[in-house]
């Protein structure tokens, strides 16, 4: 079964951070304390609503310990792999304007 012990407020804050840093407008719904309800909303620089998720522990290796989020677009329909905070935020932030 999949869980979600991996993520932490440290977590949490991290992506907040990484988010912030990378320029981007997010919220996150509160629900910290229940990371498999966890979810940001961002919006990136053309506009687009992503949502970032905790992946499980099964999405999780061992040899990429600090791969703990994926993003998602549904306008074009785009996820990202899972990966670290730093990177889930500039996916969404380089991530092109479609044409």
């Not at 991290?14 to 996150?28: K, M, R, V």
């Not at 992946?55 to 310990?65: E, L």
């Not at 703990?68 to 905070?85: I, M």
Request: proline share 7%; net charge positive.
């Amino acid at each position: 079964m999949a869980t979600f012990a991996h993520i932490t407020p440290a977590r949490c804050t991290q992506l907040g951070s990484a988010l912030t840093a990378a320029g981007l407008t997010w919220q996150d719904n509160g629900n910290q304390d229940r990371p498999e309800l966890l979810t940001y909303t961002v919006t990136d620089p053309h506009g687009r609503r992503w949502t970032i998720h905790p992946a499980t522990s099964n999405q999780i290796t061992p040899s990429r310990q600090a791969s703990l989020w994926q993003a998602a677009c549904t306008d074009p329909f785009h996820r990202s792999d899972v990966t670290s905070a730093r990177l889930v935020a500039e996916h969404v932030r380089d991530f092109p304007k479609a044409k």
